[in-house]
């Protein structure tokens, strides 16, 4: 056991760190002057309830990925009540400035179209399926290339398997449309300070 006066010995990394950015906000605490930005020439009191800076939500605007689906191999192909068709879920990123990180559909689901779920055959299993229900892994999609034609996409193919379904129209519901949206920004700031004489 350390005696009085004496540092415990920490060995975990995570730990190491709480106890130096403690001890490093701490001392910052201490401190009674503050550095002029160059640019404005005021002093910025960060997030502490100033006039300057206050701890707000930033408006970030709403950014979605292009996402649809396409089937069929000619303009006249037709989803039968009895049928077996492929087709292709398309996840695009339009943007040149961001990327979607871990982008994922969590499931895929048909519905009738009032948004019920569809009707079930005599064994209980449904008429109309989609193979697989999920998860879609997409990964990381990078940002398009200014003035490209095409922007950068990534597909998944399932299947829509109908057996005794009723004629009509049905909904692709998509759930757990899940991604992070990375922005890099290029940045500089200044700040100016005297020099007194000894």
């Not at 069929?72 to 492929?86: L, P, Y």
């Amino acid at each position: 056991m350390p005696g009085p006066g004496t540092v415990p010995i920490i060995d975990d990394c995570s730990k190491i760190a709480q106890v130096v950015d403690a001890y490093i906000a701490d001392e910052n605490n201490k401190k009674v002057n503050t550095l002029p930005n160059c640019n404005t020439g005021k002093i910025s009191h960060c997030c502490d309830g100033s006039s300057d800076t206050k701890c707000v939500s930033a408006a970030i605007p709403q950014i979605q990925p292009c996402i649809s689906i396409k089937w069929g191999d000619s303009k006249c192909d037709c989803i039968e009540t009895n049928d077996f068709e492929i087709m292709c879920i398309t996840v695009c990123n339009c943007y040149t400035n961001i990327t979607f990180k871990n982008f994922e559909i969590a499931s895929l689901e048909v519905r009738d179209s009032r948004g019920y779920p569809v009707a079930t055959l005599p064994d209980g299993t449904p008429s109309v399926e989609l193979i697989p229900r999920g998860p879609y892994c997409f990964g990381d999609i990078g940002p398009c290339t200014p003035g490209g034609k095409v922007s950068n996409c990534v597909s998944r193919e399932f299947v829509v398997y109908t057996r005794g379904a009723i004629e009509g129209s049905y909904k692709i519901v998509l759930s757990g449309v899940c991604f992070d949206v990375y922005n890099h920004y290029n940045s500089s700031d200044c700040f100016s300070f005297n020099l007194c004489k000894d």
